[in-house]
């Protein structure tokens, strides 16, 4: 099956007016997935999947209701109009293709399904969203070769790359119960913190609080324990991607992380954006993937012939930052960098799929896997306050005059991605933001 | 409230002849809690909650229906009578302590409720264990600075113990997916390993397997992210604890886990034994947690006076080999090494639990936390087969003339776990047993 379809022409507009402005990153193009709570609902009610078109939700409850479908269609919304995003993502590639062609189908301007949908239309603002579904396992893994440099430079200056990363992609287990929506709200964390000069540890709120920016992918259906799932079929398990922001506290990870890894540095908090954008909505952003001049060619259970072909997507991501003083004057805050995901990233989404069950792991329906940070190659591109600020070296100096090293309390972090090709309609991921409250000591 | 209560009497004698046998691990005084099939029941049914008792089951579902209960006890039973026993560990150890409280009389000689009983028992023979419960999150710590200190040697002969080991509870997040329970049958692991002379690395079939000797800590409930449990709460978060055997890939970690952790190496299967025997019921083994002399005192988030007086629990542990060669010879299998928890431990079950939500992580209902290997510091005490065999350089020579470095296809090891104290009876944990099929090549 070919990667495009028709739900890609770039020059369909929908009868949803705010779908077709070219700035929107959710044009009829998109329909990126999401679970929400109408206005007035609580924690009581069932949560409701919808699409996002322009600055609306189709609520899929009410459309699955409301609208006439084939008889095709029809019973593949049944878990949608359920609220139960993780059970459509089970049903599997063939359904979501159906599903996205009916409702591009439906939204499309002079659809005879429009007037039967616009009922089922909520603003955006109207919303609150909520997860897409309940994470089962969250893997973070290392993807940018410029972040792991970088970093590693800091570390060990001689020995900025160790000798894995470019074989191995590496990753390690994150904390899945405190990963939020985009508009969490994050307490500074506690932790033990060790100063290079003093001779013993103290408990205190860390200080050199950061972001990091990434993508998430979630996982549609899984394996079997100790079965694998090779390189050709690693995608039809990825339902799609979202922006993920996996805070992270500088001074406590130092002290804690060997030798087993990351911990308390990283497990008080992670953000997702709210929108899945699937992987087909995706296709027009392929690109091959290449390994540059000197860097192994990846071992052949990472590899095959989509990979190399078209293993990349280009997704252009940007980090905002919005400091207490900026909210109060109204101003959206300053972007403090920006990359791609195809020129940082050394190994591709199917390539952590192939290796995370290389050795019979399972994966699960819900499973989140991180990049890592996604640090392009050139100043400017780092993914983390610790890169852009030399490991707190160098501050920033914001557009209020404001200075900044790392994360203050009040600051609001942004990430934003979008995509953009040559004969295609801009898409995007909208926003996945998360705001620091004071430690509580 | 006192640690112990009535249900410790040592005198206590039950109905079930086979739970008054001395070296039964389920005497009336144990009660610990599993989920379970019977003989013909499938997929599909609902799992029941029993507890057990000799070489019996109470099976709660029928207890609840067919025995008279107090009215204070009959609705703390409802979770269980409908098998889930995730709800009843959320209900609190004052409802943990009223059920164990009826259940210890009913089951106790001469009780009234005996005759209703009766028809409630299904041997343990006849019955298929199951997860206690869905485990969410599944941490894994390090604490016993014996199995640190034997490894941090393997990997750095002049300085085995990293500086921050006698001051941080070192942790990490393995993989919830993989953990199954006794019976598990485990496939050899493929990996990438890198030969220490050669150049590249190679994708292949462990060839050093390993068990890991440890216990799980199940949390009853958890706290709000962004909150923390203090050292004074931190034991009525937990519900109980199971023997745990963490798997081991001892030639894909060395290459895979710099910087951020073991993965792989890991990640392809643990094993819980299906038994939760209660903090209540392990009352009697409690012992002082003590600092050695040349040790930091904990800081103070990691210190409390009950800690100091009860914070170590006295527990038996035991690993046991049956190669196939024994199972056709119906050998029971060779006892590999034994350890104490008390003595192994460098960090308790509480300081875990503190350590674990200090930066706002929270833990929730279901979460495991492992211990670590549980190493003694006596040569023989080593709790994995890369310390019993010295790094693979001296194999074991088995009764049945084999020789092990690691573990090999068709091999199961059995871990097990017993409490003795003067003035209490002795109560064991099971077993937990995993058996190591061969590599899907």
Redesign the interface.
């Known amino acids: 099956m070919s990667l495009l379809d028709a739900t890609h022409d770039p020059a369909l507009r929908s009868w949803v007016t705010s779908a077709n402005t070219p700035d929107t990153d959710f044009p009829v193009q998109n329909l990126p997935f999401g679970r929400f709570r109408r206005k007035g609902e609580g924690q009581q009610d069932t949560l409701r999947v919808g699409v996002a078109i322009g600055d609306q939700v189709l609520d899929l409850r009410l459309a699955a209701e409301l609208c006439p479908w084939s008889n095709e269609v029809a019973p593949l919304l049944d878990p949608l109009a359920a609220g139960d995003l993780a059970a459509f993502m089970r049903l599997g590639r063939p359904a979501w293709r159906a599903v996205r062609a009916a409702l591009s189908a439906a939204l499309t301007a002079d659809s005879e399904q429009g007037p039967f949908l616009e009922s089922c239309l909520v603003p955006q603002a109207d919303v609150q969203m909520a997860m897409p579904c309940e994470i089962?396992?969250y893997?973070?893994f290392?993807t940018s070769i410029h972040h792991a440099t970088t970093v590693?430079k800091m570390?060990r200056p001689d020995n900025p790359l160790?000798p894995?990363y470019t074989?191995?992609p590496?990753?390690?287990?994150?904390?899945?119960?405190?990963i939020?929506v985009s508009g969490q709200?994050?307490?500074r964390?506690?932790?033990?913190v060790?100063l290079i000069d003093a001779a013993?540890?103290?408990?205190r709120a860390s200080s050199r609080l950061d972001y990091e920016l990434e993508l998430g992918a979630l996982m549609a259906h899984?394996n079997e324990?100790?079965?694998?799932i090779g390189m050709d079929k690693a995608e039809d398990h990825i339902f799609g991607l979202v922006l993920f922001n996996d805070w992270s506290?500088r001074d406590?990870q130092p002290?804690?992380?060997?030798?087993?890894?990351?911990?308390?540095s990283k497990?008080?908090?992670s953000t997702v954006s709210p929108w899945v954008v699937t992987l087909d909505a995706l296709a027009p952003f392929r690109q091959p993937f290449v390994r540059a001049e000197g860097q192994?060619q990846p071992?052949?259970?990472l590899d095959s012939a989509h990979n190399r072909e078209a293993g990349a997507i280009s997704i252009e991501l940007e980090v905002w930052l919005q400091t207490q003083k900026m909210q109060k004057a109204q101003h959206p805050g300053d972007r403090l960098a920006g990359s791609n995901y195809a020129s940082a990233a050394y190994w591709t989404l199917a390539q952590l799929v192939a290796?995370?069950t290389?050795?019979?792991?399972?994966?699960?329906t819900g499973?989140l896997l991180g990049t890592g940070t996604l640090s392009g190659p050139e100043p400017g591109q780092g993914g983390s306050m610790l890169e852009l600020g030399h490991g707190g070296r160098q501050a920033l100096t914001l557009s209020s005059g404001e200075l900044r090293s790392f994360i203050e309390d009040g600051d609001t972090v942004i990430l934003r991605g979008h995509c953009m090709a040559e004969g295609a309609r801009r898409i995007g991921f909208g926003e996945c933001r998360g705001t620091v409250?004071p430690a509580?000591t």
């Open positions: 089962g396992d893997t973070d290392y590693g570390f160790l894995n074989w191995v590496i990753g390690y287990h994150g904390r899945s119960s405190s939020g709200l994050l307490r964390p506690m932790g033990q060790k013993e540890p103290v408990l899984g324990l100790g079965s694998r506290a406590i002290w804690e992380y060997q030798p087993l890894g990351p911990f308390l497990n008080f908090g192994p071992l052949p259970y290796h995370h290389v050795n019979g792991c399972n994966l699960r499973d409250l509580l």
